[in-house]
Each structure stands twice: as C-alpha cells, then as structure tokens.
T-cell receptor, first 114, second 111 residues
Framework: DVKVTQSSRYLVKRTGEKVFLECVQDMDHENMFWYRQDPGLGLRLIYFSYDVKMKEKGDIPEGYSVSREKKERFSLILESASTNQTSMYLC?????????????FGPGTRLTVT | DQQVKQNSPSLSVQEGRISILNCDYTNSMFDYFLWYKKYPAEGPTFLISISSIKDKNEDGRFTVFLNKSAKHLSLHIVPSQPGDSAVYFCAAVSGNTPLVFGKGTRLSVIA
C-alpha cells in the first residue's frame, strides 16, 4: 500500500513565523505535489516536483517555497506566514510508470495562522 | 480560467437512489479523467478513472461516463449509501502533468 505521511495533522502558527510542512512517501515515487484546499475553491496546486532538487510552480506559488533534497521527502515552506494562508494543505505523490496518473494523497495538515 | 468545472457545489440524494455528479472541461488536450472522494479531515482517495478513448468505465456501484464531444463526464453511484456522503472531485490530465481538479461537489446521502 502506498503511504504518504505529513508531519502534522493540525498546526497553529503566528503571523510572520516561518512554517515548515513535511511530506514523506514510501513508494519511491518520482512525482510529488503540494495543494491547498479551501471551501468553494477546491484543490489548488502550489508547487510540484518531478525529481530530486527539481521544482515547478503551480497555480498559486506566491508566499510559498519548496525543497526536495531526497526523493521521498518534499517540504513546503511558508517564509512568513499570513492569515490568508490558513488552510488545509495536502501532499500527494505519483509515478509515471505506475497506475497511470493516479495521485496518492496524505491525510492533510490543517494550518491556522493567527 | 477554470479548465475543470463542477457546477453543483452540493447534492442530496436518498439512500438507495442514484447519485449523478457532473463535470465539464474546456481543454481538449485532456486525455485522462479521474474522480476522487474526500472525507473531512482526510486526504482525497482515488475512486475511478476513464481514458479519453473510452466512453464508460464501471467499478461496482460506480460508473463514469465520458462524452468527449460535449466535454462532459459524469459519475453515477447506484445504489447510493450513507457512507458515500463526501466531497467528490473531478480531475483531468494531459500527459505527465499535474492533475487539474474541479472545485468539488458535496454529496449527502440521506437515510
């Protein structure tokens, strides 16, 4: 079974803090993704990576950065958290050689910025 | 510019009846379509998919229909069960690019 884990289920941070959200997958997947989910807005892609040390901007990268030093780990960084970054953050992974296009999601991190 | 649209934010259905969730897309390059199901406080889980070369795919109580000329797909759940109550996301993809998701439809199955 594919497992995608996220470091925290719930997180509360203050405005201006630097926030790290960690994601680890155990299936040797090449592709990893970060989304945020907000009511009425669905799943919006923040950043993705197709290989170690590689990153691509998604639809809403402003205010975020990412790091992928190892294949299994993809970190999302909020350089200076703001209240409009309060959201559910979802990490996903996939492989182009597996069941085509299917992305496996982690349980999500509910981040509240006060 | 929304490439994948789910125009119904919510849907209520009685237990045992059919649930039909709809999805429209605008990008004719999409060649694969997926449905994900999401419970509160959990990540989305893959439900069913369909390639653009097919018009129907069935998996137990779940069937997805694709109408390429209309750029429309639908998910049918028969019979609907209370455990099907969740948010359903339609997604589309072209090649090895990230999935493009719709905004979701919240399905409530009433016992």
């Amino acid at each position: 079974d594919v497992k995608v884990t996220q470091s925290s289920r719930y997180l509360v941070k203050r405005t201006g803090e630097k926030v790290f959200l960690e994601c680890v997958q155990d299936m040797d997947h090449e592709n990893m993704f970060w989304y945020r989910q907000d009511p009425g807005l669905g799943l919006r892609l923040i950043y993705f990576s197709y290989d170690v040390k590689m990153k691509e901007k998604g639809d809403i990268p402003e205010g975020y950065s990412v790091s992928r030093e190892k294949k299994e780990r993809f970190s999302l960084i909020l350089e200076s958290a703001s209240t409009n970054q309060t959201s559910m953050y979802l990490c996903a992974s996939s492989t182009p050689s597996g069941r085509v296009y299917e992305q496996y999601f982690g349980p999500g991190t509910r981040l509240t910025v006060t | 510019d929304q490439q994948v649209k789910q125009n119904s934010p919510s849907l209520s259905v009685q237990e045992g009846r059919i649930s039909i969730l709809n999805c429209d897309y605008t990008n004719s390059m999409f060649d694969y379509f997926l449905w994900y199901k999401k419970y509160p406080a959990e990540g989305p889980t893959f439900l069913i998919s369909i390639s653009s070369i097919k018009d129907k795919n069935e998996d137990g109580r779940f069937t997805v229909f694709l109408n390429k000329s209309a750029k429309h797909l639908s998910l049918h759940i028969v019979p609907s069960q209370p455990g099907d109550s969740a948010v359903y996301f339609c997604a589309a993809v072209s090649g090895n690019t990230p999935l493009v998701f719709g905004k979701g439809t919240r399905l409530s199955v009433i016992a």
